[in-house]
């Protein structure tokens, strides 16, 4: 859900993103592409001057952006897999 790095800070628009760190969000499957996925969250936290270490306070910084669309949206990508696997079981 890369639209939620843009909700924490403007400026990290997908765009942005891949000028700086060489990595397209709207095109790359995370869960396919990137070996350890919070180093890559932390790199870009780290555009904004931000630190990302996996702690509770990080992981709802991240996710306190997120609502119904953004999950559903995701759900209707072709990536993640995994994601679309699990929610399946829950509903």
């Known amino acids: 859900m890369y639209e939620l790095f843009q909700k924490i800070n403007p400026i990290l628009t997908s765009q942005f993103i891949k000028e700086q760190l060489g990595y397209d969000l709207t095109e790359v499957d995370p869960e396919t592409h990137f070996f350890k996925p919070a180093d890559n969250i932390a790199e ?3 555009l904004i001057g931000r630190t990302y270490d996996k702690r509770l306070g990080d992981i709802e910084l991240l996710y306190k952006y997120a609502d119904n669309q953004d999950f559903k949206n995701l759900y209707n990508k072709s990536i993640c897999k995994s994601y679309n696997d699990f929610l399946d079981v829950l509903i």
């Open 44 to 46: 870009i936290f780290n």
